[in-house]
C-alpha cells in the first residue's frame, strides 16, 4: 500500500485538494444537507471563531518549532511538530466549516472604508495563501509518509517544505488578523 501510494502522490495530492476544496466550498454556500450537521447550541457555535484564533496561533508556534527543528537536524522534533501542525489546521478547518455551514459566513460590520482597504485585501490573501497551501501541504506530508527520513532529502519535500511552511506561517498569520477585524476590533 505505501508503495503504491508512493507512486501516486501527486495524483493523491490532486485529489485531495479537489475534495477539500468542494467540501469548503459546499460548506461556504451552505449547501451541506441541514441532517448531516449537528444541532449545536448558539453559545457553542460563536466560541468557535475564538477557538479558531487560538489554534492558529498554537499552529504557528509549532510550524516555526517544525522549521527550527529540522534546520537544527532534529528530525524527529520536526516530524512531531509538522504532524501537530496539520492536525491544528484540520481541527481549524473543521471546526470554521462547522461553524459556515450552519451560519453561513460572518460580514464584516465596520466602517466601509476600511472594509475596502484592510479587511477585503488581507481577507482575500488569507484565502489565496489558504487555497495555494493545500496541495503543498498534502504533498510534503505525503512525501513524508511515504518515505524514511533519510530518503526525503533525494526528494522534493525540503524544497516544497519551505515554500508550503512559509505560506501556510502566514496564512495562519492572517487569518489571526482576520478574526482581529471581525471579532476584537469592531469600531
Known sequence: MRETLRRRIPFVTGLLTVVSLVVVVAAVRQLVPETL?????EG????????????????????????????????RAHRRAMLASFVLFVSFLGLYLLRVAIEGPTTFDGPETLKLWVYYPVLGVHMLLAIVCLPLVYYVLLLAVTHAPSELGDTPHPRVGRVAASLWLLS????????LLLYVLPV
Open 44 to 75: 457553542l457555535l460563536h466560541t468557535i471563531p475564538h477557538v479558531n484564533a487560538l489554534i492558529s496561533a498554537l499552529a504557528i508556534g509549532t510550524i516555526t518549532y517544525g522549521w527550527r527543528s529540522i534546520r537544527a537536524g532534529r528530525v
Open 37 to 41: 450537521l449537528p444541532a449545536l447550541p
Open 172 to 179: 495562519f498569520a492572517l487569518g489571526i488578523v482576520v478574526y
